[in-house]
């Protein structure tokens, strides 16, 4: 009885696919603090300290801003509780220039991101 | 015939199934690279592939409620389905003055299309107070008569004897539907629960007039809105058509063969 049951294709359909959201649940909670990490590096390629990090999230129509942050000593931006699936990141210098508006995606709604490529800034033209 | 020599129609065969997969394919491969339809030259394989658009859709737009929605609407009208038709094809295969009209006049009502009953469809489920709910979402489709012909097919395949034997037995008339009838129309049944599950989840045009809030709309009505907010979404709007597709598909695939079968039976004899 148990036997065909659990060798039933619903049974095996149905439960791998509770399994699999289960788990990918289990992950998000544990991962959806919001994070975003990354680096700003002048023109020269050397980090930049001092330089103005503004996030804006993308929806249908618009990008809204969110947050702004300023880099650290080392060229690095830190945001925190940032809930954006998709949002545009521009760091900016005085005197130093600004960088390319970056789009970056999430897979899920505050999941935690080290972003592997700097913001390069670039002098204004 | 050996098998040296259906090595040729097999080839045909996977040939057309891949033709006709194509657009299934085109549709996946759209959702996973966002590459307008348009673009020229065409690539068959997929660049670049990423999952963010099924994100776009997940949380653009209220996917989970239009989702709750189809689901419960479609679990009402299969639910209805194969209770309404399974009692309808019973009566019909007893015997009873005028039922050749009853058939008759259920045929014809086949060649009605739906466009043509849309308005007192509307009246009566206003009338019961049902407008822009769930309950009224499923009212339309809680019978067809598609549906009630395959039961029928199914149950005049069941040898008359066995339901003598049942009356004899002192089984009621809905003991032996429930006891004899539908265990031996499993195919039927599968038919049943695919036609009026995919029926109801990709319906259109009632819940377009029956519900006038977002709360209540249903993933069809839901990707029409989803279109009307933007243009450049191609990428998130084909992966909203393989989120729409995929339950239908999957349920096919679960019942192919009694889908089949029970779409085949009764069209034969002995």
């Known amino acids: ?125 | 015939m050996r098998p040296s020599r259906t090595w040729p129609i097999h080839l045909a065969l996977g040939v057309v199934a891949a033709v006709m997969l194509v657009p299934f394919y085109w549709v996946l491969k759209t959702s996973v690279t966002g590459e307008n339809i348009f673009a020229y030259p065409p690539s068959l394989w997929p660049r670049h592939p990423h999952l963010y658009y099924f994100v776009d859709v997940w949380y653009y737009i209220p996917f989970v409620r239009f989702l709750l929605n189809s689901v419960v609407v479609s679990a009402i009208v299969v639910a209805a389905n194969l209770a309404f038709n399974a009692l309808a094809a019973y009566a019909l295969t007893q015997p009873f003055a005028g039922k050749r009209g009853v058939i008759l006049v259920l045929l014809s009502s086949m060649m009605i299309p739906f466009q043509a009953t849309i308005v007192p469809a509307y009246l009566i489920t206003k009338d019961l107070g049902l407008l822009n709910s769930r309950l009224g979402l499923a009212l339309p489709l809680c019978s067809t008569i598609v549906n009630i012909f395959v039961f029928k097919g199914s149950f005049d395949a069941v040898p008359r004897s066995l339901i003598d034997a049942a009356r004899i037995d002192g089984l009621r008339e809905w003991q032996i539907l429930w006891h004899v009838m539908l265990p031996l129309s499993t195919s039927a049944v599968a038919t049943n629960v695919i036609l009026s599950f995919i029926w109801s989840w990709n319906n259109f045009l009632w819940p377009l007039i029956a519900i006038r809030g977002e709360e209540m709309q249903t993933l069809p009505l839901g990707l029409s809105t989803f279109l009307s907010y933007l243009e450049n979404t191609t990428g998130a709007l084909y992966a909203f058509c393989v989120l729409v597709l995929a339950p239908g598909i999957a349920l096919f695939l679960l019942e192919q063969k009694r889908f089949v079968e029970g779409l085949t039976s009764g069209a034969t004899k002995g």
Do not use: C
Not at chain 1, 42 to 66: M, Q
């Open chain 1, 1 to 125: 009885m148990w036997r065909r049951l659990l060798g039933n294709r619903y049974t095996i359909v149905f439960g791998l696919a509770a399994a699999g959201a289960a788990a990918w649940n289990l992950y998000v909670v544990r991962h959806d603090q919001g994070l975003v990490e990354g680096r700003v590096l002048d023109a020269g390629g050397r980090p930049a300290a001092g330089a103005t990090v503004a996030l804006y999230e993308r929806t249908l129509t618009t990008l809204e801003p969110r947050a702004t942050v300023e880099t650290d000593g080392e060229g690095r931006f830190h945001f925190a509780g940032q809930p954006a699936h998709h949002f545009v990141l521009e760091a900016k210098k005085p005197g130093g220039g600004q960088s390319p508006r970056t789009t970056v995606r999430r897979y899920f709604r505050g999941q935690n991101l080290v972003l592997a490529e700097p913001l390069r800034l670039a002098p204004a033209r």
